[in-house]
């Protein structure tokens, strides 16, 4: 209570206000709780913990395995000394000893002798020890992940309410995010479009990520506030400070009820030109959020949620049950159904997926899918055969070039041809699309434009292809931009060249729902977006004060602008003065 | 049989990283029991742990004692790697 008041700062990602206590998830040895156990259970103890010494060993020598491979073996020896640890007897030996002594259970003996000896390794002052420690602890949280069986934070259910500190929530963390009791979500690592931002947007979170040593400054139980529309986050609040920020809180609050006003708005710009705002969700549940703010249409379903945080396969008909819940609740509006994205920052517990130095270029998405037939036509013919039941289309994410959009489709027919057969009905007429999101699916829409029924632009990855920039990596993130005119001129070519071949363009990825990009898009010829459903009314506000000659003027401009921020300048300048005073402090710009 | 050797310590990078898993992986291929002295603190040979936390450093010098039916060749492979300059 007497602690002083600290600002730290990040990057805004999901805005809105939450005051609570914190609950850290440090990035070192985490914390173990203790309990007790009986004598005659000592020997499942012992048991529980040779099995996952065994699991930790397997793990670790496929990492080494594939790192031999990519690297050459003098890399992967880094592994070395874990490999040891996981066969050291002492060890073993002291953690019977103890366990036999104080009966309480492994995970927290284990989780103790270590800290011991990591302490000793600590204070003998050497940098290679140094690093030991290190593997000292990486091996820890290997075994004590196996001991307890899944991650910590998904053990861990919130029954208070919560501001979540970590370095990076990894997605089958996130997916454990319960609204009513995390009132603030702040990560150490990663920029605005990771998955744990994305998340805390779907929930109406309000989040921070890139907050620097988030997780060392702030303790368990500090009262901290997140701001999630400037970034700021203050720890151990003073009385007027606290204060300050409930005011603050409330005035957000009564925004956002005169923001939901214009969410029945019809989708037309000033001079009459029908536009569509759809929105992007994960999880069934999400429809509502999306009808309370008034979408034209679900444009992104991802369908990662079902296959991640558990132990075996999504079955066809728990995919059918899930996409016919939302297909049927959206009637008589399209349901964009992305086929899934695994790989990437998205790994499946149960699969077999190696190690990847470079997973964003690696095996995911539709690359995963077609090596994969098997879970691949699963997905389909769930999807499929949820087609009857209002308008579901299908999309292809990750596509870089004909041939994989042809081996789709081959693999689509087929699945069609097995339903006829079984005579199970689908929508024959079914709408399939790529996802252009590789620069060089980009510069080919003529050669796909027979192949497919419509585009969608994922802009979250065709910035971070055609900048390479690693979008998670904090220390580059900086440099992931959508107004850089290289990536500008990309967008301009497949929004034109679509409108030439008449193929139906619009665009899912974060940049959609950035309020001032929305004129520029619009002048480019954009007509369809699909963003956070937050964010809708917002767009509708703005899409009735803008005039199509207006927007082209704006993105005539910007495209012979040769820097990002002067590009954003420009833009949000010319939105303020779109909207007038009033309007234009009612969206934030 | 038992055999005792003092020894110092060849490997710029101490008994660390290479050397002490080295050492210890040597140690464990044999049947009989290996402890490494430094100073007052006697540790067991077979455990990474205990190696790592006795913090031998370059020129330290450290004791050597095999004890069992391997004995010789055990030592002789573990002098090796004491006395090998860098790997």
């Not at chain 1, 999880?283 to 379903?301: C, M, N, R, T």
């Not at chain 1, 691949?376 to 299908?394: C, E, N, P, W, Y």
Request: glycine share 6%.
């Amino acid at each position: 209570m007497f602690d002083k008041e600290i600002k730290l700062k990040g990057v805004p990602v999901s805005p809105g206000i939450g005051i609570a206590k914190a609950h850290v998830i440090s990035n070192d040895l985490l914390q173990v709780e203790h309990r007790s156990i009986k004598e005659s259970d000592l020997s499942e103890e012992i048991k529980s913990l040779e099995n996952a010494l065994l699991k930790t060993k397997k793990e670790i020598v496929k990492i080494q395995n594939s790192m031999a491979k990519e690297m050459g073996s003098k890399y992967a020896n880094i592994f070395d000394v874990q490999l040891m640890l996981l066969e050291d007897r002492v060890l073993l030996e002291e953690i019977i000893e103890r366990l036999r002594k104080e009966l309480c259970g492994v995970e927290y003996v284990f989780f103790d002798v270590l800290k011991k000896y990591k302490k000793a390794l600590a204070k003998l002052d050497d940098p290679y020890l140094k690093e030991r420690a290190q593997d000292i602890s990486d091996f820890g949280k290997r075994v004590l992940k196996n001991l307890i069986g899944k991650d910590m934070l998904a053990a861990k259910e919130f029954k208070e309410k919560t501001i979540l500190i970590a370095h990076d929530l990894s997605p089958s963390d996130t997916a454990v995010l319960n609204r009513e009791f995390v009132l603030g979500l702040v990560t150490e690592s990663g920029g605005p479009t990771t998955h744990a931002a994305i998340m805390a947007k779907s929930f109406e979170i309000p989040a921070i990520v890139g907050a620097e040593n988030a997780t060392s400054k702030i303790e368990a139980g500090d009262i901290v506030i997140v701001d999630g529309s400037s970034g700021e986050l203050i720890v151990n609040p003073s009385h007027a400070t606290l204060r300050l920020y409930q005011e603050k809180k409330n005035k957000v609050e009564a925004k956002l009820v005169r923001i939901m006003e214009f969410k029945d708005n019809e989708s037309k710009t000033k001079d009459g030109v029908a536009i569509k705002i759809m929105a992007n969700i994960e999880f069934p549940p999400e429809v509502k959020s999306v009808q309370d703010h008034g979408a034209d249409g679900i444009g992104l379903y991802r369908t990662e949620y079902l296959y991640l945080n558990r132990e075996n396969l999504p079955t066809e008909d728990e995919q059918y049950q899930a996409y016919k819940m939302v297909v049927l609740q959206m009637v008589p509006d399209t349901v964009t159904i992305r086929t899934v994205d695994l790989g990437g920052d998205k790994f499946i517990s149960q699969m077999d997926i190696s190690y990847e130095l470079n997973p964003f270029l690696g095996w995911r998405a539709i690359r995963f899918c077609l090596a994969r037939p098997s879970i691949f036509k699963t997905q389909l013919r769930a999807m499929l055969r949820a087609s009857v039941h209002g308008d579901l289309q299908i999309m292809l994410p990750m596509i870089s070039g004909i041939e994989e959009v042809d081996e789709a489709r081959k693999i689509i027919v087929e699945v069609m041809r097995d339903l006829d057969r079984e005579e199970i009905p689908y929508n024959k007429d079914l709408k399939i699309g790529a996802m252009l999101e590789t620069p060089s699916a980009a510069m080919v829409c003529d050669h796909l434009k027979n192949r497919v029924d419509f585009f969608s632009i994922g802009t979250n990855d065709l910035i971070q292809y055609s900048i390479a920039v690693d979008r998670i990596n904090e220390k580059i993130s900086y440099l992931y931009e959508p107004a850089h005119p290289g990536v500008l001129r990309l967008i301009d070519r497949i929004i034109k060249d679509s409108r030439e071949y008449h193929i139906p363009v619009g665009m899912c990825g974060e940049m959609a729902g950035v309020n001032y990009f929305f004129p520029l898009l619009l002048g480019l010829g954009l007509r369809e977006f699909s963003v956070s459903p937050l964010i809708i009314p917002e767009l509708k506000l703005i899409v009735s004060i803008v005039e199509i000659a207006q927007a082209e003027k704006i993105a005539a401009e910007v495209m012979k602008m040769d820097s990002a921020k002067a590009i954003k300048d420009f833009l949000k300048a010319e939105l303020k003065a779109l909207l007038g005073k009033d309007y234009g402090e009612l969206v934030g710009v | 049989m038992k055999i005792v050797k003092r020894l110092r310590l060849v490997s710029e990078q101490g008994l660390h990283a290479r050397p002490a898993a080295m050492l210890v992986e040597t140690a464990n291929k044999f049947m009989s029991k290996v402890t490494v002295t430094k100073g007052d603190l006697i540790v067991d040979g077979k455990s990474i742990l205990n190696i790592l936390t006795l913090g031998v450093e370059c020129k330290d010098e450290i004791i050597i004692e095999v004890e069992g039916e391997d004995a010789e060749e055990a030592m002789d492979l573990l002098e090796r790697i004491i006395l090998k300059e860098d790997v």
